[in-house]
């Protein structure tokens, strides 16, 4: 995994508004044609009204024109990498092919490399829509 990405994903997860939980989220996505996009988690009173870092690196990827997913990089403060949520997974699913490795991260440097496919196996697509 790229070590820019990672670099990115700790930089920006210092920006997470997390003033609930205390618990801060970064994400770096490199897309196929190499632009890098970067969320973190904003958390809101109405605690489903937040954002995951995931959905925003998405967010600003799709407003910037872009649709593919090459690779994802997750970094929390916590003892143990931390996986995506379901909905998460579902989103990195939406724009990246099965073997799209991701890695989860803790700030301390433990790293745990997996794909798209494993965090989401039998992923809903479009493919279900056609008739």
Known sequence: ??????QAAT???EN????????HVGAALRTRDGQM???CNVENAAY?????????AIAAMVAAGARELAEV????DSDMPVAPCGGCRQKLAEFGA???PVTMATVEGTEQLTTIAELLP?????????R
């Open 1 to 6: 995994m790229a070590t820019d990405l990672r």
């Open 11 to 13: 930089i920006v997860r």
């Open 16 to 23: 997470a508004h997390a003033p609930y939980s205390k618990f």
């Open 37 to 39: 996009f970067v969320g």
């Open 48 to 56: 489903p009204e937040g954002t995951c870092a995931e959905a925003g």
């Open 73 to 76: 990089y997750v970094i929390a």
């Open 98 to 100: 099965g073997d799209v």
């Open 122 to 130: 039998g992923a809903f697509d479009a493919g279900f829509m056609e």
